[in-house]
């Protein structure tokens, strides 16, 4: 009795273990996708169900030798044998739990594969190739099992063949595809990673995201997903900006006054050009007159960029520091069109002396911060002022939120501001302080909320353009700037050893892989 109640719960235990291990695949059937969701819709409808058939049917001869006894096991079949009489049978259920674990071994080998070749040579393995690959294991083994069981392959080639000719009717569309991304392929006019053109719907401009059997992703640089059969790529022009070299160049036209010598115009132009970390330096960038234009003299910049997808990037750092390098260089940008004031002179006058009494001020008050003070000139400070925003915020109004990208320092004018530290501590910061140095170094994230506090704050914003500016010119400013980074950090608590990264990084990953594929839900 005992003896068949462990057996009845350990048959209970097995069913729940299974259904669970149902549920975790459709999840990723129903949630995953590519090779996840491949490999749950197999583990969902047949390596689970084949498992459980063969358990409670106790069917787990892979290669019954016994003919046909039972009419009710439908799921064995005979084959073979002469006279009529079967010298074989295949059992269904163990033949779909075999072609399961074929299928899963192959598609963690494969996976396996592109993973090493991934870290070792820096480069993935396309979709058509993992496919076949895998496929081809899998064939493999299923015909080698055959064989083991004394199987002829000959009628079932010859069988194949004959319907090969009905499959390739019905399947004209998909081959023809795999064919075209097999000729793409080879020819290897495109790899995942480049930027490509396809004259489609007017051209159609994307990253190569992956290249399957049957189509080709491209991301655009308006982050859409673009899919497009192999067949329609295979007779389009394709564009390859990285092939044969991933250097691609670049144009910009700007215009500037006819009382500005070409050769001044140029060489600030050019400075722009080598001062951008992204142009490449080999080929050099270029600056050219093209043209005498009704309004202006106008300009080409020609660089070269690696980075295909960094151009719109790229462009609006030139541009916009060619806007601050003329006002310093007192070249002028004329205007293409009138200008037609219906104000009186009066009113212009006054609003005029508001502006300027307005960055008057602010250039007195950054003078008067310490950081600034020592190294800045008198002129730096006009600099600032005119492209320097004030706001006023009210009493526990934010000014900077956490996990935002960090493009501007704050100096605080008037009132305080209260900074919510990582940790759970405040800081106070008072008139002529300034915060969000550490976002604005490092390009990243901000790492921390800082609120007006009681009686509301005035708030001095410069933006991360001006103030790399002025890095560039005075080193020691930065230098300051650093230290203070430094010293809020250690004060905040956010330095860490690297043990506790690692180990903190490691229980992330666990608890992610858990969540990923463990949780049915």
Same mark, same amino acid.
């Given at each position: 009795m005992g003896a068949m109640i462990l057996s009845w719960a350990g @048959?209970?235990? !097995?069913?729940l273990v299974l259904l669970y291990l149902f549920v975790v695949a459709l999840r990723h059937v129903l949630?995953? /996708?590519? *090779? $996840?969701?491949?490999?749950?819709? $197999?583990?969902?409808?047949?390596?689970?169900p084949a498992f459980a058939f063969v358990h409670w049917y106790g069917d787990w001869n892979f290669a019954p030798e016994a003919p046909l006894s039972d009419p009710s096991r439908w799921w064995v079949i005979p084959v073979g044998g002469e006279g009529g009489q079967p010298s074989r049978t295949?059992?269904?259920?163990?033949?779909?739990?075999?072609? #399961?674990?074929?299928?899963?071994?192959?598609?963690?080998?494969v996976l396996a594969l592109a993973s090493w070749h991934n870290r070792s040579r820096g480069g993935q393995i396309q979709a058509l190739h993992r496919g076949l690959m895998k496929w081809t294991a899998v064939t493999i083994g299923f015909l080698v099992y055959l064989h083991a069981l004394g199987i #002829? !392959?000959?009628?079932?080639? &010859?069988? +194949?063949?004959?319907?090969?000719?009905?499959?390739? !009717?019905?399947? @004209?569309?998909?081959l023809s595809n795999l064919f075209a991304g097999l000729a793409l392929d080879m020819e290897g006019a495109f790899h995942p990673g480049d930027w490509i053109r396809v004259d489609v719907d007017g051209g159609t401009v994307g990253k190569v995201i992956d290249k399957g059997w049957r189509t080709t992703r491209l991301l655009t640089q308006e982050r859409e997903l673009v899919t497009l059969p192999n067949r329609v790529m295979g007779g389009q022009k394709i564009v390859n900006y990285h092939k044969p070299e991933p250097l691609h160049a670049h144009r910009l036209v700007i215009g500037a006054s006819y009382k500005d010598p070409p050769i001044k115009v140029k060489e600030t132009l050019r400075t722009i050009l080598l001062g951008e970390p992204q142009i490449a330096r080999?080929?050099?960038?270029?600056?050219?007159?093209?043209?005498?234009?009704?309004?202006? $003299?106008?300009? *080409? +910049?020609?660089?070269?960029?690696?980075?295909?997808?960094? @151009?719109?990037?790229? /462009?609006? *750092?030139?541009?916009?520091?060619?806007?601050y390098a003329f006002q310093e260089d007192g070249i002028e940008i004329p205007f293409p069109v009138r200008t037609v004031h219906v104000k009186e002179r009066a009113q212009l006058a006054e609003e005029?002396?508001?502006? *300027?009494?307005? #960055?008057?001020?602010?250039?007195? &008050? !950054?003078?008067?911060? =310490?950081?600034?003070?020592?190294?800045?000139?008198?002129?730096?400070?006009?600099?600032?002022?005119?492209?320097?925003? @004030?706001?006023v915020y009210a009493a526990g109004e934010p000014v900077i939120r956490k996990g935002t990208m960090g493009d501007a320092v704050f100096f605080v004018r008037e009132g305080s501001c209260e900074a919510l530290l990582p940790g759970g501590g405040k800081r106070r910061l008072e008139t002529g302080e300034y915060f969000g140095e550490m976002a604005l170094l490092r390009a990243a994230a901000r790492t921390a909320d800082v609120l007006a506090a009681e009686g509301g704050a005035t708030v001095v914003r410069v933006d991360r353009e001006c103030m790399v500016r002025l890095f560039d010119r005075y080193p020691g400013l930065r230098e300051e700037f650093l230290r203070t980074e430094d010293l809020r950090r250690r004060d905040s608590g956010m330095a860490r050893? =690297?043990?506790d990264k690692v180990a903190e990084s490691m229980?992330?990953?666990?608890?992610?892989a858990v969540r990923n594929y463990l949780v049915p839900w």
């Open positions: @048959q209970i235990a !097995l069913a949630r995953g /996708k590519g *090779e $996840v969701r491949a490999v749950g819709l $197999v583990a969902a409808l047949l390596l689970l295949l059992n269904l259920a163990t033949i779909a739990l075999l072609f #399961s674990i074929l299928y899963l071994l192959a598609t963690g080998a #002829s !392959l000959t009628p079932l080639l &010859f069988g +194949m063949g004959a319907a090969s000719i009905v499959v390739g !009717l019905a399947l @004209q569309e998909p080999d080929p050099a960038p270029a600056v050219r007159t093209i043209n005498y234009g009704d309004f202006a $003299v106008e300009y *080409e +910049m020609r660089f070269f960029l690696t980075d295909y997808g960094q @151009q719109t990037r790229v /462009k609006d *750092e030139v541009m916009t520091r060619v806007w005029q002396g508001a502006i *300027e009494k307005t #960055s008057g001020q602010i250039a007195d &008050f !950054l003078r008067s911060v =310490p950081s600034l003070g020592r190294h800045l000139a008198s002129d730096d400070f006009a600099f600032l002022a005119a492209n320097a925003f @004030q706001r050893a =690297p043990e229980a992330a990953r666990l608890r992610r």
